[in-house]
């Protein structure tokens, strides 16, 4: 099921709790770096993740795995 995009802003600071939150960003890095984020200003990202995806972001060892 394709997912909609839609924009966030991130937290300014890393609470690096695990697993990550929703507006870490760190998660927003991540999903950027595969193509499934894209940065649109100092702290705003437009996402376009599945579920599954932002989930596996979120996880301490998805740095190690590919999304």
Request: positive net charge; proline residues 7%; aromatic residues 2%.
């Amino acid at each position: 099921m394709p997912s909609t995009p839609r924009e966030i802003t991130v937290k300014r600071k890393c609470c690096k709790s695990d697993p990550r939150c929703k507006r870490c960003p760190v998660v927003a890095k991540r999903l950027s770096a595969v193509g499934m984020a894209e940065r649109t200003g100092p702290r705003t990202y437009v996402v376009d993740a599945t579920k599954k995806s932002a989930k596996r972001a979120r996880r301490f060892k998805a740095a190690k795995v590919k999304l």
